[in-house]
């Protein structure tokens, strides 16, 4: 009898763990990393008569654990080469990263991801088989992925590597060239590459924005979701798109263990949003580049405390704390004394190697939460001033 090795078990999701403490206890949510959330009134609005129709006369049953037909057209429609057939829904993006990993690498194999990065993104794979960190580093105010780290760490049993761009948490893209260069590296020993792509659509430039990866390569898989950019996280609608379809049936067959299908209704407002997605992304860079002039506008009243270079992509940053202190009695004295919610370096601590210890996560993606966070932090820097003058 054939006996499969057991998968090493995982460690706890140290910013999930986080979150379960304060994320709806802290007065001020800063580091929040989806756009604001609209309400349901407000996305229905954006649909035409016959959409609202629809959503009220949803059947409350199973759905086809593929997606309906029209969800994933509605989704293929954001791609310049995938159709309906390309398109695989999942309840929210961790279930994606979670059952590819599953599917695709075995204990034999071997995995790349750039740190830090989402926990699940490197523990998941790391639970498998081999995996190697590369870091990201800033270079000036840019961060960047060496290409050259990357194949210097590919193998003969790479199978699988894994990227996040626009990157959670330092907001970084990746330039064309480079993209094309790891493709080539990819290519040339058949290495799948995953690109999680949640934060795509409020880019600052959008002469920027990176194409998909599924668009661009032929193992290539594109991980996207309605909950980042969209701000529609309620919905737990998420998708892979390859033009691998294999892999995607690979991948649904493992979704029957999980969450086997998505909720109608989320459905036929995922419908609604897509069609709508060039406004919601509008309204929702705007957004984040009035919350980036009043974030600005802080540091400058307060030089010497943090060094920040603005997100090219997302609504998420990592500065650099300099002020008194680490910047982990910084965010522990914020949450627990001022109710200012940030994310310490510690959390995004990798197993691969080693990662800034000098940093937080601020979200920037949220209206008033952001607003008043903002306000709570000057209020905050006031009252320290001595202590960071000393």
């Not at 071997?110 to 498998?128: D, F, G, L, R």
């Not at 960047?144 to 780290?149: E, G, K, P, T, V």
């Not at 998505?262 to 419908?271: I, K, S, T, Y």
Request: glycine share 6%.
């Amino acid at each position: 009898m054939n006996r499969q090795p057991p998968a090493s078990p995982l460690r706890d999701f140290a910013l999930e763990v986080h979150f379960s403490k304060w994320e709806f206890n802290a007065r001020h949510h800063l580091t929040a990393s989806d756009m604001e959330s609209l309400s349901l009134r407000d996305l229905l609005a954006m649909g035409t008569d016959a959409d609202r129709e629809a959503f009220e006369a949803t059947s409350l049953g199973y759905t086809e654990t593929w997606g309906a037909p029209d969800l994933r057209a509605a989704i293929a429609a954001t791609y310049d080469t995938m159709a309906k057939d390309n398109i695989l829904t999942l309840a929210g993006a961790g279930e994606g990263l979670y059952a590819l990993a599953r599917v695709l690498l075995g204990p034999d194999d071997h995995a790349i991801v750039p740190t830090p990065n989402y926990q699940s993104a490197e523990t998941v794979p790391a639970a498998i088989c081999d995996t190697t960190g590369v870091p990201i580093r800033i270079d000036g105010d840019k961060w960047r992925l060496d290409i050259d780290a990357i194949k210097n760490a590919i193998r003969p049993n790479t199978r699988l590597i894994s990227l996040n761009f626009p990157h959670n948490p330092t907001g970084a893209l990746m330039p064309r060239a480079d993209l094309d260069a790891l493709i080539t590296l990819a290519r040339a020993d058949g290495i799948y590459i995953l690109c999680d792509e949640v934060y795509r659509g409020v880019e600052l430039d959008p002469n920027l924005q990176m194409p998909q990866i599924a668009d661009v390569y032929e193992r290539g898989i594109s991980l996207n979701v309605l909950s980042k950019a969209y701000g529609l996280p309620g919905l737990r609608i998420g998708w892979l798109a390859s033009p691998d379809r294999d892999v995607l049936q690979r991948v649904e067959r493992y979704k029957h263990y999980l969450s086997i299908c998505n909720a109608a209704p989320a459905e036929r407002l995922g419908v609604i949003a897509l069609a709508a997605r060039e406004q919601i992304f509008a309204r929702n860079r705007a957004l984040l580049r009035r919350n980036l002039t009043a974030f600005e506008a802080l540091l400058a009243d307060f030089p010497g405390l943090i060094d920040f270079a603005p997100p090219e992509g997302g609504c998420v940053a990592y500065p650099r704390y300099t002020g008194p202190g680490t910047v982990e009695t910084f965010c522990s004295d914020l949450i627990e004394n001022h109710g200012i919610l940030l994310l310490p370096a510690a959390l995004y601590r990798s197993d691969l190697g080693a990662t800034p210890t000098d940093r937080f996560r601020i979200g920037l993606g949220r209206d008033r939460a952001v607003a008043d966070g903002i306000t709570a932090l000057r209020r905050y820097f006031e009252d320290h001033k001595a202590e960071f003058a000393a």
